[in-house]
């Protein structure tokens, strides 16, 4: 029986044209009097062939199934603005949900959100783990690369699988990463009754039978020779397939220092080399973006590979030479020259694109490009800085100083 609170709540809702419900491995009977009364009142259903097949045969209303790609659901779903819609969404629509990609397109004031236990917080449940101390991510239609940031000793991973072939991959990724004894947890079929959970080690995994909706647990065990990777900028030079265009680690971990990225800024990096500076940014968060900028075709392989092997597959590269390869990207926060300084009109544009607020830093090591700095320092203002890095080397039986070439180093807030 609905109290007066709950008839409240539920004519409050019924005001906006569009919902989002959450539904679990129980279906329709699974849901609260307000999620149901949004899906009773609902003119179009969209979801899932799963979803959709939880339905009652008897019901008649319209049906949208998801295309592929989404884009031209969302599109129709947003010309029929003002029907009265209920798109079903597997558990908290809002983690790493459909609900997510409507709210970037959907004004939160014209569609109401009611979630059910989110696949991380059903397993939590029956791993005993605490959500909080878990690093949780989707490979849902997405790069099994962006697993490669996440792993490090003790972490406990939890992962939206993609499907029943998702286990395997992530498997081989980290015996292919030095987790080879990591313990994987398989969980399917969450909430329902055909819940199940199978667990195995990385190195042994050959589970042959898994249902295409499961969600993954790991428990990260380094090998005894692995050498993990920080989320901190200055990774080791060796961790970068190069030749030899590469900020090295003391420098890069100067550069990112003072590039101070945040989470959800996009980065520039101009005359990219092999990409560290982008990659390192955007490994400082989940959310940063960086583009890379870069002629050598060659290096641009280098950039892709190690975009991947170092779990930011997302990063984006464009091939040609700046500044005309600089036009029509989209507006940066930051932006980071490494190279090319002394091209025309490439200092200019870079500033030109930049909003308030914008920082702009580049880094040289010839006499020529530090007079351009200079020039620009005086007109701009800024911090100049030398970095001078010396590193210890064989001299005979011996071991002396070695210096790298000084790094002179400009950055400016616009």
């Known amino acids: 029986m609905k109290t007066n609170d709950q008839y409240s709540t539920i004519e409050k809702f019924q005001q906006k044209w569009l919902s989002v419900v959450g539904i679990g491995e129980d279906g329709i009977a699974g849901l609260n009097p307000v999620a149901r009364s949004l899906l009773d009142r609902a003119e179009v259903i969209v979801g899932g062939d799963r979803h959709l097949a939880m339905l009652f045969e008897s019901d008649r209303r319209e049906k949208l199934t998801w295309t592929n790609p989404i884009e031209a659901s969302i599109a129709e779903i947003i010309q029929r603005r003002g029907q009265s819609i209920c798109v079903l969404a597997s558990g908290d629509p809002m983690c790493f949900g459909i609900g997510v990609t409507l709210s970037r397109r959907i004004p939160i004031s014209e569609m109401i959100i009611i979630p059910s236990p989110s696949a991380f917080s059903l397993a939590c449940a029956r791993l005993g783990w605490f959500l909080t101390d878990v690093e949780m991510l989707s490979l849902c239609g997405r790069d099994p690369a962006l697993l490669n940031p996440f792993l490090y000793p003790h972490a406990r991973l939890l992962i939206l699988s993609g499907g029943k072939q998702t286990p395997a991959e992530v498997a081989q990724i980290l015996v292919a990463r030095g987790y080879s004894q990591s313990e994987i947890t398989v969980l399917e079929h969450l909430g329902g009754e055909k819940e199940r959970i199978v667990k195995s080690i ?23 020779d692995t050498i993990s ?46 990409g560290s500076i982008g990659i390192e940014w ?113 001299v005979g039986k011996f071991l002396g100083w070695k210096a790298m070439a000084p790094v002179t180093q400009w950055a400016v807030v616009k």
């Open 229 to 274: 990777l920080s989320r901190f900028p200055g990774l080791s030079d060796r961790a970068y397939h190069h030749d030899g265009q590469l900020t090295k680690k003391e420098v890069r971990a100067v550069t990112l220092a003072a590039l101070a990225p945040l989470p959800g800024q996009l980065l520039w990096d101009v005359g990219a080399g092999c």
């Open 282 to 394: 955007m490994r400082s968060h989940t959310r940063c973006r960086a583009i890379a900028i870069e002629q050598n075709p060659q290096r641009l392989q280098y950039i892709a590979d190690n975009a991947s092997a170092l779990g930011v597959p997302n990063l984006k590269i464009v091939a040609g030479e700046a500044p005309t390869s600089l036009k029509n990207l989209p507006q940066p926060d930051t932006i980071f020259i490494g190279g090319g300084l002394t091209t025309p009109n490439l200092l200019e544009t870079c500033w030109d694109a930049l909003p308030v607020k914008g920082r702009l830093m580049a880094n040289t090591v010839t006499v020529e490009s530090e007079q351009k700095l200079l020039q620009w320092q005086g007109k701009l203002g800024g911090e100049l800085t030398r970095i001078a890095i010396s590193r210890a080397e064989p």
């Open 202 to 224: 990385a190195a042994t995994w050959n589970v042959a039978e898994i249902a295409d909706l499961n969600a993954i647990a790991v428990t990260c065990i380094a090998d005894s």
